[in-house]
Nanobody, 134 residues
Framework: EVQLVESGGGLVQDGGSLKLSCAVS????????IGWFRQAPGKEREGISC????????YVADFAKGRFTISTDSAKNMVYLQMNSLKPEDTAVYYC???????????????????????????WGQGTHVTVSS
């Protein structure tokens, strides 16, 4: 059974840091495109970053560059999102998700055309809340 479970959210002050975790079961994370997304109240869910470990493909949204870093621990089958220099506008529910799409017999990488398209991801975690106070 495929499961993704996020943790690590909480309340942090402006300029602070948090490290989110995504515990994955049911498939090996190295082989698939794993994405982090977030959804603020009243806004669309947006892509933050994507990583597929075995082919090295990765993308980071402009707002996250220099502040957020995606990483994995293959031995633990965990995906992380290190968030630094947090701002009040980063307040949102944060989700991890996996894309199982196969094209021409090959699993898709984190590509510029699809990595932030939330409808292309097949399984999602329940989300973890992040609140950044000013």
């Amino acid at each position: 059974e495929v499961q993704l479970v996020e943790s690590g959210g909480g309340l942090v002050q402006d300029g602070g840091s948090l490290k989110l975790s995504c515990a994955v079961s049911g498939f090996p994370i190295d082989d698939y495109a794993i994405g982090w997304f977030r959804q603020a109240p009243g806004k669309e869910r947006e892509g933050i970053s994507c990583l597929r470990r075995d082919d090295g493909s990765t993308y980071v949204a402009d707002f996250a560059k220099g502040r957020f870093t995606i990483s994995t621990d293959s031995a633990k089958n965990m995906v992380y999102l290190q968030m630094n220099s947090l701002k009040p506008e980063d307040t949102a529910v944060y989700y991890c998700a996996v894309d199982f799409t196969v094209v021409s017999g090959t699993l898709v990488p984190c590509s510029g055309r699809r990595w932030a398209r939330r409808h292309d991801y097949h399984f999602w975690g329940q989300g973890t809340h992040v609140t950044v106070s000013s």
